[in-house]
């Protein structure tokens, strides 16, 4: 089994830091992370890449809900145990519905970021975020402590939400090998080593997606200019 030495770990930290820092778009920041952990950890990134092409193959996300859908109802616990629904959330304006893979992801961890960077404008057009992930209330609470998110983050235990969307994929043996010195089952309280493909699904207040991102490559995402532009636009139309 090929896993990850400490002093790999601790390059792969540093790594984060260094990306996380830099001036550059969001997908500049994900794309400079991915080039540092291919060099660190090459074989995880080869296997990420045959992940990613069956999973295009498969068509991964694609019957996801599309603009013009209407987007299906969720109540979701957050990070505190508090029931918290798609309907409460759209009352007062769009909702961008982002789903992550988890607190431990370095894409998501940038990418929560990103999109708390552009809270002030995001608030100021009334519209709201919500974050869906499928491990258990302690790591949604650690990962909003880390970012400093105000917004919700939502558990989605075993994947039921994102099922529903089909939007959730099992990892396959090669990625479990790989990353087996992450310890999935205690994020997740399950040992099924499925996540979500991370997407944004902006929803009106009319319930219907107005714009969405998809991609099953989790070291893509939707960029935060895009991301505003379709809010901004979702507003306008309430």
């Not at 609470?141 to 880390?146: N, P, S, T």
């Not at 493909?197 to 995402?221: L, M």
Request: glycine share 8%; net charge negative.
């Amino acid at each position: 089994m090929i896993s990850l030495s400490p002093a790999d770990a601790e390059r792969l930290r540093l790594a984060f830091q260094r990306c996380r820092d830099m001036d550059g778009t969001l997908n500049e920041q994900l794309r400079a992370y991915a080039d540092a952990s291919r060099e660190v950890f090459p074989a995880y990134g080869e296997a990420v890449d045959r992940l990613v092409a069956r999973l295009n193959g498969n068509g991964g996300g694609e019957t996801a809900p599309r603009p013009g859908d209407a987007m299906p109802p969720f109540m979701l616990p957050d990070e505190s145990g508090r029931l918290v629904a798609l309907a409460a959330l759209m009352e007062r304006g769009p909702v961008a519905v982002m789903f992550f893979r988890g607190h431990w992801c370095p894409y998501c961890r940038l990418n929560v970021r990103a999109v708390v960077q552009a809270l002030d404008r995001i608030e100021a057009m009334g519209a709201r975020i919500v974050a869906i992930m499928p491990e258990t209330q302690e790591y949604t609470r650690q990962l909003k402590a880390d970012s400093g998110a105000p917004f919700p983050i939502l558990t989605d235990l075993d994947n039921g939400y994102a099922l529903s969307l089909n939007l959730a994929i099992w990892l396959g043996a090669e990625i479990q090998s790989l990353l087996s010195y992450q310890d999935m089952a205690k994020f997740h309280g399950n040992d099924g080593w499925m996540l979500p493909i991370p997407a944004v699904f902006v929803v009106g207040r009319d319930g219907i997606v107005k714009a969405r991102f998809v991609d099953p490559d989790f070291r893509k995402r939707m960029e935060v200019d895009d991301l505003l532009a379709a809010l901004e636009s979702a507003s306008r139309e309430s």
